[in-house]
């Protein structure tokens, strides 16, 4: 079967310090990827889609210089938070797409708290 | 633009009473519809799908889903609710590319004993 894996599960840093989230597709081809932001009480935004041999996309309000994502292979993608503040802390989530699969698989989620 | 709209943002029920959330979806062309469950301090999990078919949609744990075209709604029922139902339950439309979804608020589903 198709499974996504996130790790760490959680992370605590200081504010103004940065933390990396790893996204691994086990079971399938990740063609695309796309992370995505749960902050307190709220909703999933989109913050950016990763499609290999294409151009990352960010969406409004998320940029390459805050979030920096890397998709090398069908299999991996990881997302730093540059410079975490208050307002980045929540559940971050990847969903990935491809092979045979119509429907996007998520993986549990990195829960980054910033003290 | 795609969106979402979950009306009610928290619903009571007694357990062993029926269920419904509501979600009302804005896509152009035929969408491909789908419900999560948050369970307290988790991610995501699907419930059920719609893909172009059956308008009515089973999905895990007793929960079931009637996509209506000239409602433009994808409504979550389960006919009897278990106290392990308490969640939070997410509407989500893929986009066309099918490799990104845009999410309702959220319904937080609290389970009286």
Known sequence: ?115 | AQSVTQPDARVTVSEGASLQLRCKYSYFGTPYLFWYVQYPRQGLQLLLKYYPGDPVVQGVNGFEAEFSKSNSSFHLRKASVHWSDWAVYFCAVKNSAGNKLTFGIGTRVLVRP
């Open chain 1, 1 to 115: 079967g198709a499974l996504v894996y996130q790790y760490p599960r959680r992370t605590i840093c200081k504010s103004g310090t940065s933390m990396r989230m790893e996204c691994q597709a086990v079971g399938f081809q990740a063609t695309s990827v796309a992370w995505y932001r749960q902050s307190p009480q709220k909703t999933f935004e989109l913050i950016a889609l990763s499609t290999v041999n294409s151009a990352i996309k960010y969406e409004q309000n998320f940029t390459q210089e805050k979030f920096p994502i890397s998709h090398p292979n069908l299999s991996f993608s990881s997302m730093t938070v540059l410079n975490a503040y208050l307002e980045d802390r929540g559940l971050y989530l990847c969903g990935a797409t491809g092979g045979n699969y119509a429907e996007q698989f998520f993986g549990p989620g990195t829960r980054l708290t910033v003290l």
